[in-house]
């Protein structure tokens, strides 16, 4: 399973970097905006810090939603590093903006997909990723985590190559339901990954050890 972190702060994507876990990162238009990124070329610059920060993979989200200005601006993303996954809305002009942008050798990753359908023609349309939203469903009372294991099944059923992005990953047990559904990839937040860390036993256990250890060499001083 792939490990993307889904922000835009250069900190937090160096950070899951270091952790030497990390597959990939997603990006969209609210989170550039999150860090105050505006202007064409304040964001390509952006964009390319990120593509510098870690080893593959960075989505970058046209703005476009008309077809020829879609694949005009996704073939501009693409030229700012190899790394750059275009990412799409699923709308019509999207669907043949993925179907040209993947004739062409770039890689897109299909966004907002919220049902089954919608990810069997961003997949059909030769997308390499699509990105259900399981906590935006969830939000609604909508089960989010069934909606991957839907597109997992259908497009194994076909041998699509089209990876199952899980995206609005919003805890760790999202992360881990995923993963049991057989998700390609997850995208979350920093504090989501760091999150599976996490339990009372593990630190009271290394506590303990380190207690248990420092008694031994306190002992051993003493004894000479
Ligand atoms: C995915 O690519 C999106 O950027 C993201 O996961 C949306 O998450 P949100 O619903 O928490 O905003």
Request: aromatic share 6%.
């Amino acid at each position: 399973m792939k490990f993307f972190i889904d922000t835009a702060n250069l900190q937090e994507i160096r950070d899951a970097q270091d952790l030497g876990i990390l597959d990939g990162v997603t990006t969209n238009p609210s989170l550039m905006a999150k860090e105050g990124i505006t202007g064409e070329e304040n964001v390509r610059a952006h964009y390319k810090a990120i593509c510098d920060s870690v080893d593959n993979n960075v989505s970058a989200e046209v703005i476009s939603t008309v077809y020829e200005e879609m694949i005009k601006e996704g073939e501009s993303l693409a030229k700012i590093d190899d790394k750059i996954v275009v990412k799409v809305p699923i709308i019509k002009d999207g669907v043949k903006a993925i179907k040209y942008l993947s004739n062409q050798g770039i890689r897109v990753n299909c966004t907002l997909i919220f049902t089954a359908g919608q990810a069997l023609l961003a997949a059909k349309a030769g997308a390499s990723y699509v990105s259900p939203f399981m906590g935006r469903l969830d939000d609604i009372a909508t089960d989010g985590v069934a909606l991957i294991q839907q597109i997992v099944h259908i497009f194994d059923n076909y041998g699509f190559p089209t990876e199952v992005l899980a995206a609005s990953v919003r805890h760790t047990m999202h992360l881990l339901q995923c993963a049991e559904v057989g998700a390609d990839v997850a995208t979350c937040p920093y504090k989501v990954i760091v999150g599976l860390l996490n339990h009372p036993l593990t630190d009271k256990g290394l506590a303990q050890f380190l207690a248990d250890h420092k008694k031994a060499e306190d002992a051993a001083k003493v004894m000479g």
